[in-house]
């Protein structure tokens, strides 16, 4: 007997929402991981976080979706684009495709040798530079140590000779620019992370204007503490428009606003913690903020450009921001942890792009210290010249007198006016049409 695709269907639906029968859903540990990405510091917060928000100022109900949870730094808690999303296979797969599989992975190793077009337009073949990590080393004491990458200091060295050649847009619109020399002392750092929110996933340049748009035209004297309290919401998501996420940062910059005036006395916390504490700034944004602000370096401000460089270099493998931060504080010199930030990201923004990196234009590449050097291409392209048309109207005839003349190509009647599209060498024809 058939069963009706009615009856089927009652069937599945009773199945799916009876409690006795539904199976119990088990929480991996990359999904656990996964979650606690979202907090700076990994925990909830209880005392330190506002449990409410006061929506009186402005009339505006979007700040009710502030959660009291940690906000998070969406530029540090990036996915990781090395995940694979192959389906995994059991055990009773057949062994070809696990044979095929292997094939596919030994066949994409990269040469060690790379072509690039250097600077002044020749040509050359440069040796990539093997990948020598950090290093964990045990001691005569038997303690861990990290021993640097091999050739680090060299490799720094020369990045800082091309930036100081190379002027980036981080140099004049960066983050620790953009606070108004008038300003007070503790609007100068107010401005400062304002502008380190603004500039998640945002180009130098867009943040730029955007902080331009908060100081000219929100009430005198500007960009504050004051202002932001009781410009209206939507009016604060208009100025800053221009940058990615600014609805999400419009919200994240009220509840800093009202954290900063009802727990820390109208200023920035001088902590790193303190500053992880608020609405969505993250490890990236505190240290930046806390060694911009504040003359304190705890730590390292590790943005896309620090992560990805330092991870081609081969210095480490990690996966995120956060992960790269750890890594480099293991080693690198305290008193370069500052610089770093600008140093690397100047010379992404100008050398090392993330799409079509100017191998030809750097001095590691040259000196075959690099292992990510890629191959430029030195042949020129084989375009198709096409003849150029040049659209010219050449006389008036009306529309009725076309009518032998439909199937010409090189006619088009526009208001009444038929227009003859001649190429050169073609006044002959037109002179017989026209005649």
């Known amino acids: 007997m058939r ?3 009615i009856a089927k269907e009652t069937s599945k639906a009773t199945i799916s929402v009876s409690p006795s029968k539904r199976p119990s859903q088990r929480q991996t540990r990359s999904f ?13 917060l209880e005392s330190n976080s506002p449990q409410t928000i006061d929506e009186n100022s402005d009339g505006d ?12 730094d969406i530029e540090d808690c990036a996915p990781p684009s090395s995940i694979s999303r192959k389906r995994k296979r059991s055990a009773d797969s057949p062994l070809t495709t696990l ?3 292997s094939t596919t992975i030994d066949n994409r190793s990269s040469s060690s040798k790379a072509d690039i077009k250097l600077g002044n337009g020749s040509e050359a073949t440069v040796r990539k530079s ?10 005569e004491a038997g303690e861990v140590e990290i021993h640097p990458p091999a050739n680090w200091a060299e490799v720094y060295d020369l990045v800082k000779e091309m930036r100081k050649e190379i002027l980036a847009p981080v140099d004049t619109m960066g983050c620790e620019t953009l606070a108004e020399e008038q300003s007070t002392p503790r609007d100068k750092r107010f401005q400062t992370l304002i502008a380190l929110m603004l500039s998640s996933q945002t180009k130098d340049t867009t943040t730029a204007l955007a902080m331009r748009r ?11 503490l004051e202002n932001i309290l009781t410009v209206p919401a939507t009016t604060l998501n208009t100025l800053i428009y221009a940058v990615g996420f600014h609805n999400n940062k419009t919200r994240y910059i009220k509840a800093t606003a009202l954290v900063l005036r009802d727990r820390h006395g109208g200023d920035i916390p001088d902590t790193a913690a303190g500053l992880m504490a608020l609405p969505g700034v993250g490890p990236k944004m505190a240290y930046l903020c806390l060694s911009a602000a504040w003359g304190r370096t705890e730590g390292i401000g590790v943005d896309v450009h620090v992560h990805r460089i330092t991870n081609l270099w081969g210095w480490q493998r990690t996966r995120t921001p956060e992960e790269t931060r750890m890594a480099l504080q293991a080693w690198l010199p305290r008193e370069r942890w500052h610089e770093i930030n600008r140093l690397l990201v100047g010379f992404g923004q100008t050398v090392c792009l993330p799409v079509g990196r100017r191998c030809g234009s750097c001095r590691l590449a040259e000196r075959g210290l690099c292992p990510g050097v890629v191959a430029e291409m030195g042949k020129e392209r084989k375009v198709k010249k096409e003849k150029k048309k040049k659209k010219e109207v050449v006389g008036k005839v009306e529309v009725r007198d076309l009518a032998a003349e439909e199937g010409d190509p090189g006619l088009k009647v526009e208001g009444g006016t038929a227009v003859l599209i001649k190429e050169e060498g073609e006044e002959e024809i037109v002179s017989q049409f026209f005649s």
């Open 61 to 72: 109900s979007s700040l009710s979706s502030v959660a009291t949870v940690a906000s998070f």
């Open 130 to 139: 093997p990948r020598q990590p950090a290093r964990k080393v045990l001691n």
């Open 3 to 5: 069963t009706s695709r």
């Open 214 to 224: 908060l100081h000219t035209e929100l009430p005198p004297p500007g960009l504050t």
């Open 99 to 101: 044979t095929a599989a």
């Open 32 to 44: 656990a991981a996964s979650l606690t990405a979202f907090t700076a510091d990994a925990t909830i």
